[in-house]
Nanobody, 118 residues
């Protein structure tokens, strides 16, 4: 059983920074894609950022230029550096790890709360 465990969430003032981490608690073949999604109350779960094994990245438009995603392929970990945080960034942030070949999986973490408020 592979589990993804997020950490680093919390309360921060607008304009502040947080770094989220996600680590696999068990053995895992290197995911093809790792990413972060977020969900605010009454909203759908949306992509924040993802990163491929070769380091290529995608970002949601609302976080582009403010957030940076990175990964450690050997450890199966992914990080999200969040700068210039805004109140609208408030959400539960979920880690995701996905692979399609030679095996297929799609794992989700339990989520970590990020609250941006003065």
């Amino acid at each position: 059983q592979v589990q993804l465990v997020e950490s680093g969430g919390g309360l921060v003032q607008p304009g502040g920074s947080l770094r989220l981490s996600c680590a696999a608690s068990g053995s895992i073949f290197s995911p093809d894609t790792m990413g972060w999604y977020r969900q605010a109350p009454g909203k759908q779960r949306d992509l924040v950022a993802n990163i491929m094994r070769d380091g290529s990245t995608n970002y949601g438009e609302s976080v582009k230029g403010r957030f940076t995603i990175s990964r450690d392929n050997a450890k199966g970990t992914v990080y999200l550096q969040m700068n210039s945080l805004k109140p609208e960034d408030t959400a539960v942030y979920y880690c995701n790890a996905k692979k399609n070949w030679p095996m297929r999986y799609n794992y989700w973490g339990q989520g970590t709360q990020v609250t941006v408020s003065s």
